[in-house]
């Protein structure tokens, strides 16, 4: 099973934005996504909408964040994501009268929805500035 790494990735580019002076093309932003600039800017979408980042058009255009890195949470990242699922397994659905059926998917639902609680109470309580290194160096371009 692929993993979903988008949460990950855009934290690393949300990262290096935030040392940028200038804007970054979606180019070379979406070489250090691994991905085409295509997918990268509807990737980027969410957090554009959001007002987290924001993009200009033409020669020298490019990326920039549009507010500085400690009023940007791993919270508000994952929301303008559109919240990915964060766990890959589901209740089994074959019979519904069930009991055993019943009850074990209603213990994983509870079990799910206090994780979820807590992963996002977490998310919340973390900038992106916490995750910044203190400087780059001048030379640093997205890797």
């Known amino acids: 099973m692929n ?20 804007p970054i093309t979606s180019e070379v932003l979406a070489r250090s996504m691994g991905t085409n600039p295509a997918v990268f800017r509807r990737t980027m979408a969410g957090l554009r909408a959001a007002g987290y980042v924001s993009a200009e058009k033409g020669h020298g255009g490019g990326w920039l964040l549009a507010r500085p890195l400690q009023e940007i949470s791993l919270l508000d990242v994952y929301i303008a994501l559109g919240r990915p699922t964060l766990f890959a397994f589901g209740n089994r659905e074959r019979d519904p009268a069930c009991q055993v059926q019943e009850r074990v998917n209603a213990v994983l639902a509870d079990s799910m929805a206090q994780a979820e609680a807590l992963f996002v109470q977490r998310f919340a309580e973390v900038s992106l500035a916490e995750l910044a290194p203190k400087a780059l160096s001048k030379a640093a371009k997205p890797c």
């Not at 993993?3 to 200038?22: F, I, Q």
């Open 3 to 22: 993993k979903d790494t988008r949460l990950s990735d855009v934290l690393h580019v949300l990262l290096h934005l935030g040392h940028a002076k200038e």
